[in-house]
T-cell receptor
Framework: GAVVSQHPSWVICKSGTSVKIECRSL??????MFWYRQFPKQSLMLMAT?????????EQGVEKDKFLINHASLTLSTLTVTSAHPEDSSFYIC????????FGPGTRLTVT | GQQLNQSPQSMFIQEGEDVSMNCTSS?????WLWYKQDPGEGPVLLIA?????ELTSNGRLTAQFGITRKDSFLNISASIPSDVGIYFC???????????FGQGTRLTINP
């Protein structure tokens, strides 16, 4: 399966600041990547679909101006949480498509 | 929107026992996938099912894609301590690209 990495694995930031999370597909050229969010003891919820060379597609209820997605190459997608608030604290996981769906190790964001 | 009902929510079993969990939906999915997630990590794909009625095994794991395309089950035989974790089913729309996840089944094994 595809190997997916994320950076950083965890980050703590102050309320009002912005945080960038990277998702890299190490052995698979991905025209599409997906960003999920998982709150503690809950399931994964799809936030948005990242499309290489074009705008991301956001799921209903996800603010596109708050969660900026850039998919500049076939191996890298970034998610920037702008003006973070404590309620944005969550586990953010990216995934890469293919014959199944492969997930990165996740990024734990804590906003204080 | 589309939802998956996964059950049971949690299981407490003895090592060596068999495990069964399932997911149902009111919507049809084109693919069903089963994942295991350990604390603080991303989900790991266990089994992917692409055809209604398909029965697939991966070692001690067996999963089936329901004939109606609205359900799937996962069985684990002869459980071992490393099977502990949270298991998620996921229904695929747009092929296996966009996924809808079940609520998860937390498996605890008593040695």
């Amino acid at each position: 399966g595809a190997v997916v990495s994320q950076h950083p694995s965890w980050v703590i930031c102050k309320s009002g600041t912005s945080v960038k999370i990277e998702c890299r597909s190490l052995d698979f050229q991905a025209t599409t990547m997906f960003w999920y969010r998982q709150f503690p003891k809950q399931s994964l919820m799809l936030m948005a679909t990242s499309n290489e060379g074009s705008k991301a597609t956001y799921e209903q209820g996800v603010e596109k101006d708050k969660f900026l997605i850039n998919h500049a190459s076939l191996t890298l997608s970034t998610l920037t949480v702008t003006s973070a608030h404590p309620e944005d604290s969550s586990f953010y996981i990216c995934s890469v498509g293919g014959a199944g769906l492969y997930f990165g190790p996740g990024t734990r964001l804590t906003v204080t | 929107g589309q939802q998956l009902n996964q059950s049971p929510q949690s299981m407490f079993i003895q090592e060596g026992e068999d495990v069964s969990m399932n997911c149902t939906s009111s919507s049809i999915f084109n693919t069903w996938l089963w994942y295991k997630q350990d604390p603080g990590e991303g989900p790991v794909l266990l089994i992917a099912l692409y055809k209604a009625g398909e029965l697939t095994s991966n070692g001690r794991l067996t999963a089936q894609f329901g004939i109606t395309r609205k359900d799937s089950f996962l069985n684990i035989s002869a459980s071992i301590p490393s099977d502990v974790g949270i298991y998620f089913c996921a229904g695929g729309i747009q092929g296996a690209q966009k996924l809808v996840f079940g609520q998860g089944t937390r498996l605890t094994i008593n040695p």
